[in-house]
């Protein structure tokens, strides 16, 4: 199987601090993309990370792509309440089919 | 710019009875897929339309079912319904051809089976 598996399964950190979190996965891919859920509700893309990139950043994210490793890390700073949801990674090799891992819940306690 | 919308958001059916949902994919998007989300699991490919035609299809039985209509939005049919297809559903569009990859997701439909 493809499929991402995050870790930590959950997360709890203070306001402020900062999160990582870790995707790893079994084939190669074209791209990796990191989605947001709040409980419940539908994914929200926050990142994309091509095979040919190592680090991308967007705002307080900021993603890292090892293929040599096959693992992915999304970094959150500065932490925010706002930021309490479930994070997926989601890899691709053709893009009709995304492989989800089982996520990471992250907890930011005001 | 209306996004990706889903209805009904909530349903519940017994075994055995045959569920319909719907998607309007986010406007300018031709791609629809459809996954399948456990509690507690992450997102499960069940398949995937473009040009009205099924394209790519995941691992689950042929008692799911899809179409696409000629505005671009779909429907997922489920048959003999059973208790383990309860699940959130949840629908992406996304744009053929524009090889960013990036889903646009519905807020999905919360299915229960009794």
């Known amino acids: 199987s493809q499929q991402g598996e995050e870790d930590p399964q959950a997360l709890s950190i203070q306001e402020g601090e900062n999160a990582t979190m870790n995707c790893s996965y079994k084939t190669s891919i074209n791209n990796l993309q990191w989605y947001r859920q709040n409980s419940g509700r539908g994914l929200v893309h926050l990142i994309l990370i091509r095979s040919n990139e190592r680090e991308k950043h967007s705002g307080r994210l900021r993603v890292t792509l090892d293929t040599s490793k096959k693992s992915s890390s999304l970094l959150i700073t500065a932490s925010r309440a706002a930021d309490t949801a479930s994070y997926f990674c989601?890899?691709?090799?053709?893009?009709?089919?995304?492989?989800f891992g089982t996520g990471t819940s992250l907890t930011v306690i005001p | 710019d209306a996004g990706v919308t889903q209805s009904p958001t909530h349903l519940i059916k017994t075994r055995g009875q045959q569920v319909t949902l719907r998607c309007s994919p986010k406007s300018g998007h031709d791609t629809v897929s459809w996954y399948q989300q456990a509690l507690g699991q992450g997102p499960q490919f069940i398949f995937q339309y473009y040009e009205e035609e099924e394209r790519q299809r995941g691992n689950f039985p042929d008692r799911f079912s899809g179409h696409q209509f000629p505005n671009y939005s779909s429907e997922l049919n489920v048959n003999a319904l059973l208790l383990g297809d309860s699940a959130l559903y949840l629908c992406?569009?996304?744009?053929?051809?524009?090889?960013?990859?990036?889903?646009?997701f519905g807020e999905g439909s919360r299915l229960t089976v009794l």
């Open positions: 989601a890899t691709a090799r053709l893009s009709a089919q995304f492989y």
């Open positions: 992406a569009s996304s744009l053929a051809g524009l090889n960013t990859g990036e889903l646009f």
